[in-house]
T-cell receptor, first 112, second 114 residues
């Protein structure tokens, strides 16, 4: 079983749609959680951190459920510029350092 | 304020050769992590350096080695290159005081093995 599993893609949605991505992780000792966005052939860029209380940044809402080891990302009013791959990321701190574990990513295509 | 910088941008090598990739962390960061991203996959953690020592290591063979310098910059070395080493190599920096915080990535080095 992969440490971080994400919804299979691609998601093709019309502009203005609401889309939700889900992610599960297997290591209950993970300490922090993120969503990164990656455009084609570019580096991953932080979209937002994810907290148990839920957090919102404009059209984006992220949620963490530690009991279920489940992370979600909701995008409202999708824009063409939201087209990218969304990576679910889990951070584990151990031995004086830390390690990010990425899911394989979910591709989103927003269409006219 | 410069972000994470990596060099070179692209590199072409042949099987059996050796390669060195370089990374300068974001200003104020003292920890450097390296990742390998194959096509269609998420980045895979190779190792992390802090205080010029390897602090964490992922599931990569000994052909992959690294170094961190006193100015916090880092190198990734890969020996005896295989076709499967073709990938985007990403460097990320962070601060050892804030290991819970996200890492910041450079543009990456795209390595092609012929």
């Amino acid at each position: 079983r992969k440490e971080v599993e994400q919804d299979p893609g691609p998601f093709n949605v019309p502009e203005g749609a609401t889309v939700a991505f889900n992610c599960t992780y297997s290591n209950s000792a993970s300490q922090s959680f993120f969503w990164y966005r990656q455009d084609c052939r570019k580096e991953p860029k932080l979209l937002m951190s994810v907290y148990s209380s839920g957090n919102e940044d404009g059209r984006f809402t992220a949620q963490l459920n530690r009991a279920s080891q489940y992370i979600s990302l909701l995008i409202r009013d999708s824009k063409l510029s939201d087209s990218a791959t969304y990576l679910c990321v889990v951070n584990k701190i151990t031995g004086g350092g830390n390690k990010l574990t990425f899911g394989t990513g979910t591709q989103l295509k927003v269409e006219l | 304020d410069a972000g994470v910088t990596q060099s070179p941008t692209h590199l072409i090598k042949t099987r059996g050769q050796q390669v060195t990739l370089r990374c300068s962390p974001k200003s104020g960061h003292d920890t450097v992590s390296w990742y390998q991203q194959a096509l269609g996959q998420g980045p895979q953690f190779i190792f992390q350096y802090y205080e010029e020592e390897e602090r964490q290591r992922g599931n990569f063979p000994d052909r992959f080695s690294g170094h961190q310098f006193p100015n916090y910059s880092s190198e990734l070395n890969v020996n005896a290159l295989l076709l499967g080493d073709s990938a985007l190599y990403l460097c990320a920096s962070s601060n050892s005081d804030s290991l819970n915080q996200p890492q910041h990535f450079g543009d990456g080095t795209r390595l092609s093995i012929l």
